[in-house]
T-cell receptor, first 111, second 112 residues
């Protein structure tokens, strides 16, 4: 069965901190994605990666960066966390153009 | 052009009712339309998907209707159950690209 695992379910950080969100998939998928989910706005794509060390900006990349050193792991980095980055963050993966499989999310609060 | 407009924002139905969730798009290049179901505390999970070469697709109690000329598609849940209470997202993509555009979600509550 497909498994996308996000390392933290809940995270509380302070303004200005550097924050790392980790995601691991066990399906050997080529593609991995980071979204943020906010009420009334749906899911918005932050970054995606179609291969190791390859990345592309999504719709809202400002304030974020990503790292993909290994095929199974995709990290989202908040360089200097701000309160407007308080949100639910969802990681997803897929193979080719097949449907995306999502993790259960990390609810991040920035104080 | 890149938006997918979803309505209603929330929906309450009695058990056995048929909730209908609607989505509309502008970009005629979209050719793959999945629906995702999300329970509280969980990530979205693929429910059913359709390509524009068919007007309807059924999987169990879930049906997608597709109107290519109107650029609209909708999800119908037959004989809805309290266990169907969840948030539903429509999405659209261009087959052969990586990017999905998601609707804003519909929170469905089915009363027992």
């Amino acid at each position: 069965d497909v498994k996308v695992t996000q390392s933290s379910r809940y995270l509380v950080k302070r303004t200005g901190e550097k924050v790392f969100l980790e995601c691991v998939q066990d399906m050997d998928h080529e593609n991995m994605f980071w979204y943020r989910q906010d009420p009334g706005l749906g899911l918005r794509l932050i970054y995606f990666s179609y291969d190791v060390k390859m990345k592309e900006k999504g719709d809202i990349p400002e304030g974020y960066s990503v790292s993909r050193e290994k095929k199974e792991r995709f990290s989202l980095i908040l360089e200097s966390a701000s309160t407007n980055q308080t949100s639910m963050y969802l990681c997803a993966s897929n193979e080719g153009f097949q449907p995306q499989h999502f993790g259960d999310g990390t609810r991040l609060s920035i104080l | 052009q890149q938006q997918v407009k979803q309505s209603p924002q929330s929906l309450i139905v009695q058990k056995g009712g048929i909730p209908i969730i609607n989505c509309a798009y502008e970009n005629t290049a979209f050719d793959y339309f999945p629906w995702y179901q999300q329970f509280p505390g969980k990530g979205p999970a693929l429910l059913i998907a359709i390509r524009p070469d068919v007007s309807e697709k059924k999987e169990g109690r879930f049906t997608i209707s597709f109107n290519k000329s109107a650029k609209q598609f909708s999800l119908h849940i037959m004989d809805s159950q309290p266990g169907d209470s969840a948030t539903y997202f429509c999405a659209a993509s261009i087959w052969g690209t990586y990017k999905y555009i998601f609707g804003t979600g519909t929170r469905l509550k089915v009363l027992a």
